[in-house]
């Protein structure tokens, strides 16, 4: 069947295409990817890259890095394999795909960054595959913390975004395999409401207390704050 086109996704440096992709471009794939810390990884794993937004932006951020993504979802990973290629980036970007869990390797990468499936127990969409990338079924957060401490060097991290209400979980995963918050980062859409999402990044260092900061998104409904156009300046055209 022939999937109809939609316009690309357009950044600065680079665009989307995701006709295909079970997940469009949204905030919390970019906002993870300019938030995290890339510039001291010099191999970054994307676990489950979907239109491979987060990749590109961190081959963006870091010119040295040499990045791999892979996507379970066909249709996202074919959207993802010709974002890399059309990119200033191609050289350094990889896809594969299948599944993160089945990744048997050798090397180890610095960074694991991932905007994961994070729905355990809400409605599932009528989409099959909208619904594998918003559930958590095929990613849970302990299967998700056993690979990437097979995957990481031991002094690497993981970058990750997920609702606040998860925070305490994966934080008690996370600690089951030696790896604790270093930052984390409450993101509110609206001055008038509570943090919607988190960012987080683990790694083994166990500090006292994790490094604590915020970004407000929107000042007001249309209106974005200074810290989010600072934050999205390098990317997001109409920031």
């Known amino acids: 069947m022939k999937v109809a086109e939609s316009k690309p ?82 050289n350094r970007l990889r896809l594969h795909e299948g599944d993160f869990l089945r990744i048997a390797r050798g090397e180890k990468f610095d960074l694991i960054i991932s905007n994961p499936p994070y729905f355990s127990d809400s409605l599932r969409a009528i989409n099959p595959s909208r619904s594998a990338a918003r559930h958590d079924d095929s990613l849970p957060a302990p299967a998700f913390m056993l690979k990437s401490s097979q995957l990481l060097a031991r002094h690497g991290r993981i970058a990750v975004i997920f609702p606040k209400t998860q925070l305490e979980r994966w934080s008690r995963e996370a600690a089951r395999f030696d790896f604790y918050p270093e930052r984390i980062c409450h993101v509110f859409t609206l001055p008038t409401r509570d943090s919607s999402r988190v960012m987080v990044e683990f790694s083994h260092l166990h500090p006292a207390e994790p490094k604590m900061e915020s970004i407000l998104i929107e000042k007001s409904p249309g209106l974005w704050s200074e810290a989010y156009k600072d934050l999205m300046r390098d990317y997001f055209i109409k920031h």
């Open 9 to 90: 996704f357009r950044f600065k440096q680079f665009e989307v295409r995701q006709s295909r992709s079970a997940m469009k471009v949204g905030t919390d794939g970019v906002l993870l990817a300019a938030w995290a810390m890339v510039s001291d990884s010099p191999r970054i794993l994307d676990a489950g890259s979907g239109t491979g937004v987060i990749a590109l932006i961190c081959a963006q951020r870091n010119h040295a890095a040499q990045i791999e993504a892979i996507e379970i979802d066909s249709g996202s990973a074919q959207d993802a394999r010709e974002n890399f290629a059309a990119s200033p980036w191609s």
